[in-house]
């Protein structure tokens, strides 16, 4: 899916970059659009971090005002409310068939709102009439709502002209840099507009304006960027892939219009093949998405954090608080990154589209008990004690489900555990809150890991594929 996210620059501008579903997407970026970024950001359904942006900034992300008599569609549009009239907005808007998706400015009475429900279509008019018993009815039958605007659409698209792409759009005016990234990500993004009244970081809350990402440049300066030369992303193609010391790098357009290697991967499930333990047994040459395969979350590519997570558990990893310290260090890893278990079917065993579709915990465990699971982590611990080696982390959460397994290989105290003879500070997730302090403390600590290059030039990279054969 694309997405869209905020990103700086070295005076403190603020831009949002539209990145389409290629990539390179930076990591843990949630699925989100540049309409649902413009005035704040829903870190989940209780967290909503507004944007304290100005009169002018706000005039710039609204067009077409109108009385309510013009409107027909009452759905993701913008009232300006009689601002003495506004209790009883409120108390209507408690109604079933009346949202406030947010109050824009409360001074100005300003409200996002969709009152769609309040509608109903008359096929023979052709037209949309609205309910006479709806909450929207009678706020206007009070004069409560007085004008109408037509929320910006950041629409963009990009068409392939022989040799480049020609990106277009729908707005007009917006108080952000807007950049849009092509369908190819052998493409950099390009700006879409200058802003008059640009908004700068200082105005976004603090909780917010450390998950922005940063770039060394100046956005009136500069028409396209590779966001991915500064900030880890990901990639879902590229015009060539390489793998290095377990970690994914892809090749990829520069700023400066040369071509070279990135990291978009540091946990490469494939590397398992070299622990697995069921290899010989199914004649596996390479490790392929022929078992059930676990995802990993990684927030950064120097993690301070390591979460280990049950393999067979689902998370609702898109509501996680991403501004979070401790999630913004943090690499959530699963003590088994496949499951090394070929799934006998009708036609021989589960093939690797079916594994694809095969995700939820219920259907895996028809398969795999905990018993079974205990011996397969039991047989192939050595890559999660690799990964731990190899991160070296600060400290180690057991999310649920995960201590039982721990605690029949290692030694576990009450705060720290021993992997291979080294004593990590260690905490269960439940607890995550009652010592916050502490292992906020510890996740701001250096990154003690390998550190891997995070940009790779063509030549080196010939040189290791060289070396490597």
């Not at 190819?184 to 922005?212: A, C, G, T, W, Y």
């Not at 009136?220 to 590779?226: H, I, N, P, W």
């Not at 377990?246 to 357009?253: I, V």
Request: charged letters at 25%; one cysteine or more.
């Amino acid at each position: 899916m694309s997405t869209a996210w905020y990103v700086a620059d070295e005076e403190g501008n603020v831009g949002i970059i539209d990145f389409n579903e290629n990539g390179p997407v930076p990591w843990e970026t949630e699925e989100t659009c540049v309409e649902e970024l413009v005035y704040g950001h829903r870190e989940d359904k209780k967290l909503y971090l507004p944007i304290a942006l100005t009169n002018e900034q706000i005039d710039d992300l609204m067009e077409n005002p109108h009385s309510p008599s013009e409107e027909e569609l009452w759905f993701d549009c913008i009232v300006q409310i009689d601002t003495n009239k506004e209790k009883d907005f409120l108390a209507l808007s408690e109604n079933p068939d009346f949202d406030i998706c947010l109050c824009i400015s409360k001074q100005r009475g300003l409200y996002w709102i969709d009152a769609f429900d309040c509608i109903v279509d008359d096929d023979i008019e052709q037209a949309c009439h609205i309910i006479s018993t709806s909450t929207l009815k009678k706020m206007l039958d009070m004069g409560i709502i007085q004008i109408v605007y037509k929320m910006n659409n950041f629409d963009m698209e990009d068409d392939w002209a022989g040799k480049e792409f020609v990106h277009s759009k729908r707005f007009a005016t917006a108080p952000y840099y807007i950049f849009h990234q092509p369908y190819s990500n052998s493409f950099l993004p390009k700006r879409m507009n200058k802003p008059e009244h640009p908004v700068v970081i200082d105005q976004f809350p603090i909780e917010l304006r450390r998950r922005v990402l940063k770039v060394p440049l100046n956005f009136k300066d500069v028409e396209s960027f590779q966001i991915a030369e500064w900030n880890p992303c990901s990639c879902m193609y590229s015009e060539d892939t390489q793998y290095v010391d377990g970690c994914r790098y892809d090749l990829l357009p520069m700023t400066d219009g040369t071509m070279a290697y990135v990291n978009t991967e540091i946990v490469e499930p494939s590397e398992f093949l070299k622990c697995c333990s069921e290899k010989e047994k199914y004649g596996c040459s390479d490790c392929k998405w022929c078992c059930y395969t676990n995802a990993d979350h990684c927030f950064t590519n120097k993690p301070t954090v390591l979460m280990i997570v049950n393999p067979l558990n689902q998370f609702d990893f898109w509501m996680h608080i991403k501004s979070d310290i401790i999630s913004w260090h943090c690499i959530w890893l699963p003590f088994l990154p496949r499951i090394p278990l070929k799934i006998p079917t009708k036609s021989g065993v589960l093939s690797s589209s079916e594994y694809e579709s095969f995700v939820s915990e219920q259907e895996i465990s028809k398969h795999v008990n905990q018993e079974q699971l205990l011996s397969f982590f039991r047989n192939n611990r050595k890559y999660l004690e690799d990964m731990i080696e190899r991160f070296n982390p600060r400290v180690i959460i057991l999310c649920e489900d995960t201590e039982a397994f721990m605690n029949s290989i290692y030694t576990l105290g009450t705060k720290y555990i021993v992997i291979n003879g080294v004593k990590y500070p260690m905490y269960k997730q439940n607890e995550i809150e009652h010592h916050r302090e502490e292992i906020e403390r510890l996740a701001l600590l250096p990154y003690r890991g390998k550190v891997m290059p995070h940009i790779i030039s063509v030549e080196e990279m010939n040189k290791i594929k060289k070396q490597d054969d």
